[in-house]
């Protein structure tokens, strides 16, 4: 590296509110979800059960229950439990166990699932390795693996680089693009930055050390896909849509944009869209840098599958080889 690189590692509160904030996100999000942002409420009403007359998406899935987004980060929790760290082929059953038992999804009903990641995990059932079996044409930058990555925030890298590594090895498994890969590793980079002692401009300096050269070679990103995701104009043209790059620049907005958790999420689902995918990724941002006292307690006594959620921190909190 060009620049001295340093170890990873987020306050153990403001870790577990980032994951919080992912569910509460998500959950907000789910019955806006496929709304354009003309036909969504006003933003102050956003909230986990939509203003009475509003046409929510879901109508079956009762206010409070995350969707994909966050039973996919839960899996991914489960398995830096289970093996220490990104093991491919225990996150491959952790997926496999979601989609056809319901296993991280909340009273095991699984909805929400995308078209790229139901194709990878066909490939998984038929054979194919953990790390090849995400699909890998450039349409095939959908933002499945930018959705659930936060969890690795949740245990402390080495090194930077070993963390944006876990980033790009984890969405392997779902999105074998490098366009994807690399809008994970920014974003965990951002992210990690949040609560840095002296954070300054935190995308900036996740976006310098992703533009430096041997780190780009180390991590085997094409200089392009990593301008594609870095391109400031998509500051103007962001729009809630599935598109990987997209869901980062506008939970980059969204985090920038409110003043607090509550007004980041907002502002995430009033892009409209994929709205419980762009507020999962801008609530775990929003919960690292705001933390879990700035998170209406309406809103956490409202998720719905706590128990669930506290099992797997139970685990996280116990000390190592307790």
Excluded at 72 to 91: E, K, N, R
């Amino acid at each position: 590296m060009s620049a001295p690189d340093a170890p990873v590692w987020l306050p153990p509160e403001r870790a577990e509110a980032g994951l919080w904030g992912l569910l509460i996100g998500d959950a907000i999000g789910v019955p806006y979800e496929g709304h354009s942002p003309a036909s969504l409420p006003p933003a102050e009403t956003i909230d986990l059960l939509p203003p009475r007359g509003f046409a929510r998406a879901h109508p079956g899935i009762p206010p409070g229950t995350w969707s994909d987004d966050g039973a996919q980060a839960l899996a991914l929790l489960d398995t830096l439990l289970a093996s220490g760290g990104v093991d491919l082929d225990h996150f491959a059953g952790n997926l496999r166990a979601w989609l056809f038992e319901g296993r991280f999804a909340v009273n095991r009903a699984v909805f929400g699932i995308g078209r790229q990641t139901t194709s990878a995990i066909n490939r998984l059932l038929a054979g194919v390795p953990p790390d090849q079996a995400g699909p890998a044409s450039e349409r095939d930058n959908g933002n499945g693996a930018l959705m659930r990555v936060f969890p690795l925030l949740m245990r402390p890298w080495p090194s930077r680089l070993a963390l944006a590594q876990a980033a790009i090895r984890q969405a392997k498994i779902t999105h074998g693009h490098p366009r994807a890969h690399a809008a994970c590793a920014l974003y965990c980079l951002w992210v990690a930055e949040l609560c840095a002692p002296a954070p300054g401009d935190a995308w900036a300096q996740a976006e310098a050390f992703l533009r430096d050269p041997a780190c780009s070679e180390a991590l085997a990103l094409p200089r392009s896909e990593i301008e594609q995701v870095l391109d400031p104009a998509w500051r103007d043209r962001a729009g809630g849509s599935g598109y990987v790059v997209d869901t980062l620049w506008s939970a980059r907005i969204a985090l920038e944009e409110g003043r607090d958790y509550a007004a980041c999420v907002r502002r995430a689902i009033a892009f409209g869209h994929d709205t419980d995918t762009t507020a999962a990724v801008a609530g775990a941002a929003a919960g690292v840098r705001h933390g879990l006292q700035d998170v209406p307690i309406r809103w956490r006594e409202g998720l719905r599958g706590r128990g669930l959620v506290e099992g797997l921190l139970q685990r996280w909190r116990a000390p190592a080889g307790a």
